[in-house]
């Protein structure tokens, strides 16, 4: 089955009612009664703690999407209702669409009482890119959603408000160096990355290197921010002002993570609806309809606020790469 543009700003504007029922739902739980739980997934803490709140608010996305699953047979993948064992055998594999939700991204940081979770839902379709994203910040009660205009291109919002599409940054002005257009005002670069990052085999010559990007780009300053979810992570570079830049990176590795579909699907469609970057680490497009797994460690993962500074990353993180060989 085909979808419309009717049809998706239809299933948009459901995708959004969603994950603005289930973050009412997260603002409104008393902490007092959370309790937490482990699962076999991944191989960090944060993919594999979960809580009833997790639980709950998947729930309340899947009553609310229902309906849309049987008019428009669609198949569904939520995080806490999955088996890696049985990717294979997915129905998101033979369907033209699926939805792809995370009930509570951050699972570990809403635990800590932090900023940096999330509810995430996307409709991805069968050759795995996503044509909706739907994200709601709980904490700031700010909603992120996609809808397609009369021209057929698909626009973001923050929400009622357009979310503008990458300007020149920096790091642009700087590959095209044209002084004039570069703002005078203090910038900073930022690296947002997920905490057990920071014990990868390759974080400190990482850091070196973007350092040294920094440096070569103008920036006044480098920082670390590592602290965020995925997809808080994800936003965050998608909000990144123009005077500055920002990525998020996750290097590939041997084990099984480095984040999962449902991680990056809805902030995937947000960053190709604005004009910044996503892409695994080499530079191609994320297959977010994998074949045999839902993790991404495979091939990592790189949110870049505009394509000239992604470029350099790739350049720098395949140079990493080669070196570690």
Not at 194 to 219: C, M, N, V, W
Request: aromatic share 8%; proline share 3%; with cysteine.
């Amino acid at each position: 089955m085909q979808l419309t543009t009717t049809d998706l700003n239809i299933l948009s504007q459901q995708a959004l009612e969603a994950v603005q029922q289930a973050g009412e739902y997260i603002r409104g739980f008393d902490r007092g009664l959370l309790k937490t739980h482990f699962k076999a997934a991944g191989s960090s803490q944060s993919s594999q703690v979960v809580t009833q709140v997790d639980f709950a608010c998947q729930e309340i996305i899947l009553a609310r999407l229902q309906s849309s699953v049987e008019q428009y047979d669609l198949a569904v993948l939520t995080e806490e209702g999955c088996s890696e064992e049985e990717a294979e055998l997915h129905p998101r594999l033979s369907k033209g669409y699926f939805w792809c939700i995370d009930p509570l991204d951050g699972t570990l940081p809403f635990i800590e009482g932090s900023d940096g979770y999330a509810v995430s839902i996307a409709l991805v379709n069968k050759t795995g890119v996503p044509v909706i994203g739907a994200v709601y910040h709980p904490l700031s009660d700010n909603s992120y959603f996609t809808l397609i205009d009369n021209h057929g291109e698909r626009q973001a919002y923050k929400n009622a408000q357009l979310i503008a599409s990458s300007a020149i940054t920096r790091s642009a002005v700087s590959a095209i160096d044209d002084k004039d257009l570069v703002t005078k005002q203090p910038s900073k670069f930022i690296l947002y990355c997920d905490r057990s990052f920071k014990s990868h085999l390759h974080y400190p010559s990482l850091i070196q290197k973007l350092t040294k990007l920094a440096e070569t780009l103008g920036y006044d300053q480098f920082n670390v921010h590592a602290q965020y979810g995925a997809v808080v992570n994800a936003l965050s570079v998608i909000e990144t002002e123009n005077k500055d830049a920002a990525c998020y990176i996750k290097l590939p590795k041997t084990q099984a993570g480095g984040g999962s579909l449902w991680d990056f699907s809805a902030t995937a469609c947000l960053a190709h609806a604005t004009d910044r970057w996503v892409s695994d680490i080499h530079g191609l497009p994320l297959d977010l309809n994998r074949q045999g797994s839902h993790y991404m460690n495979h091939k990592g993962v790189l949110y870049a606020s505009d394509s000239v500074l992604a470029q350099h990353i790739v350049d720098l993180c395949d140079q990493l790469i080669r070196e570690s060989l």
